[in-house]
């Protein structure tokens, strides 16, 4: 089965701590990209990865950070700067990143205790 | 920064009537995209309009794409309650680094 997953599901978050989410795929796409929604608005773009070892900051790319180690792999940290991390997270890839379809996981809620 | 707005917000018909959707944008574009979104999922992607392109259909989809206008609509044909969902339009912009950008959103509601 291809295609692209996000773990966990559910993440709660303590006041000062760091968590991570997960986001693999097995379609050998090149892109890969986390986008932030919060309750009744659009996607917003925190950072992007055109190829392995290499990301670009998104429109939202405060307290967030990412690595792009292996091609399969997008893993987002929600640091303690971040004051407001109560959101769904979103991550997608494409097959090239040059603005063409996006295929989505299906997404991690991040809440904060 | 907002590219795509859709219109309206949100819109509730009966199952079996047509529904519109309405997308605007601010600047030139290679193409044009629609997904959609099932509460508490991710997006699905519908449908791709290039900038050359005037009209597509896919099943009961039918998107238009305006130019001069700088607008595109989504009409789903007789609508069906699996059909309710959220409904984005996404553009890539010339300047925007490859980069695809999101509007808010229509929320549409099939009643039985």
């Known amino acids: 089965d291809g295609g692209i997953t996000q773990s966990p599901k559910y993440l709660f978050r303590k006041e000062g701590q760091n968590v991570t989410l997960s986001c693999e795929q097995n379609l050998n796409h090149d892109a890969m990209y986390w986008y932030r929604q919060d309750p009744g608005q659009g996607l917003r773009l925190i950072y992007y990865s055109q190829i392995v070892n290499d990301f670009q900051k998104g429109d939202i790319a405060e307290g967030y950070s990412v690595s792009r180690e292996k091609k399969e792999s997008f893993p987002l940290t929600v640091t303690s700067a971040q004051k407001n991390p109560t959101a769904f997270y979103l991550c997608?890839?494409?097959?090239?990143?040059?603005?063409?379809?996006?295929?989505f996981g299906p997404g991690t809620r991040l809440l904060v205790l | 920064s907002q590219q795509g707005e859709e219109d309206p917000q949100a819109l509730s018909i009966q199952e079996g009537e047509n529904a519109t959707m309405n997308c605007s944008y601010k600047t030139s574009i290679n193409n044009l995209q629609w997904y959609r979104q099932n509460s508490g999922r991710g997006l699905v992607h519908l449908i791709l309009?290039?900038?050359?392109?005037r009209e597509k259909h896919s099943g009961r989809l039918r998107v238009t794409l305006d130019t001069s206008k700088k607008s595109s609509s989504l009409l789903i044909t007789a609508s069906r309650a699996a059909d309710t969902a959220s409904y984005f339009c996404a553009t890539d912009a010339e300047n925007r680094d490859d980069k695809i950008i999101f509007g808010k959103g229509t929320r549409l509601h099939i009643l039985p």
């Open positions: 309009i290039r900038s050359n392109e």
């Open positions: 997608a890839s494409s097959i090239t990143g040059q603005g063409e379809t996006q295929y």
